[in-house]
């Protein structure tokens, strides 16, 4: 007790970057209810940012890549991203960890729509980004220098619960603000600093809200919040880059959201990244941890807590395991057949149609996430989008540990939400009609990643 418990890691770390800005003239509509298929313009920049961790120069690295995107709705385009990067670089693939920003103003990077308006840009910026992550990683590794990661959590106010009773039907709930309803705000804050000169070299932010600010209205492509989010942290630490890491927000977005207007997209931004300053500022100095000094006698006794020299664990592993998920018929909300589609219809048919490729008919599906520990840290990537109770377990389950979790990551198996049981009961929730999951896969889920975190921490207490 008389050391504050700082989880970090010291090892050898590097950053990249690459610009995949979507060219313009691009397939880019997310949204059933948008009228137009193709942006007018772009926003802010899209990044791809990778940070390289490894213990000793001589050691495989491990790959993890923040990247503006939306979603894959076909596995092979991001298959062949990510197999790029491994092969070119020697990598297993529990080594390599692409998380997406979940951005709902991107471009498409998916095969099935290039006969859409602009399909014919989306294999060449496939190839671009596919380009962008080996080129990135490579920078990573190359820049690589002695250094220590160290945490901090925060909350930002913005974050809301988007499950909201319909105040006109009560049969219904829909994906708006609801202010009755907790919301899991937590901001994990990451500062790696090179151990030569103490200097910030880059920044983690790992928050889970859907980036769903613009929509059908907007006419841009945008990186959404997460753009002035990064220019704010950035722009404070000398331009050291910073990589959003989406959470686990199946059940979380800003509580103001569905605009064109990107100017609230900004404010949002804003709002996190001032959060983000505020944890920076609040960590101790580079390689420190306040440590307890004892009492000073004064009007009161005084308990004494100073910045002391830390050293930082060298522990680094990874593990890519497989859980078997129960399924269920997805249940689409009844369609008027004596009507025609219209354009929300086609998009939500198209949708169910593709989830029902990616699972199959069987009772379950395996569905792969990756574990890591970094020092005091772990990383914990899937591809699905469960709700936030997932971070919230693994974080209770293991509280000496700062935990970063993340939806969206290697997605080309993501299919849809996976919510909690309680979900599956009362009013109409678009969460669970559009998720091929059954009531308990969360709880599978769970308990999976929980008994390989235990494999992992085991394996390090007795090496």
Known sequence: MDIQNCPSFSGHIGVGRCDITPPMGIYSRCWGAAEHDIAEGIHRPFCMTVLALRQALDASPLILAAMDASWFVDAGNEQYIRQNTLDALNLDESRLILNLSHSHACASLCACHEKKPGGVLIESYVQQVADALLDASREAID???????????????????????????????????????????????????????????????????????????????????????????????????????????????????????????????????????????????????????????????????????????????????NIELPLCQPDQPAQDKQQPASRWQDERQLRAQQVTQKVGAGQTTSMPAWIWRVGDALFVGQPNEPYSDFQQAMRLRFPDLKIVMMNLCNADRGVGYICPPQAYDGPQLYQVWQSPFGRQALHCLIDGCAKEIQRLNDSIVHS
């Open 143 to 321: 820049s690589a220098r002695s250094a220590v990661i160290s945490f901090e959590e925060t909350i930002c106010p913005m974050i809301g619960n988007r499950d909201l009773p319909d105040p006109q039907d009560e049969n219904r709930i829909v994906c708006g603000w609801n202010p009755d309803a907790q919301a899991d705000q937590t901001v994990l804050v990451g500062r790696v600093t090179d151990n030569e000169n103490g200097k910030v070299i880059a920044t983690l932010v790992n928050v889970a809200c859907h980036p769903t600010t613009l929509a059908w209205e907007n006419h841009l492509m945008s990186p959404d919040f997460v753009g002035a989010m990064r220019q704010i942290i950035e722009d404070h630490t000398d331009q050291a880059p910073c990589l959003f890491l989406q959470g686990v927000s199946g059940e979380l977005a800003p509580k103001e959201q569905y605009t064109g207007d990107v100017q609230v997209a900004d404010r949002h931004g804003r709002c996190l990244g001032y959060s983000v300053l505020s944890a920076l500022e609040a960590m101790p100095p580079h390689g420190c941890a306040l440590t307890y000094q004892g009492v000073v006698e004064s009007g009161a006794p005084l308990g004494v807590w100073r910045s002391k020299s830390y050293a930082a664990s060298t522990d680094i592993d990874a593990s890519m395991i």
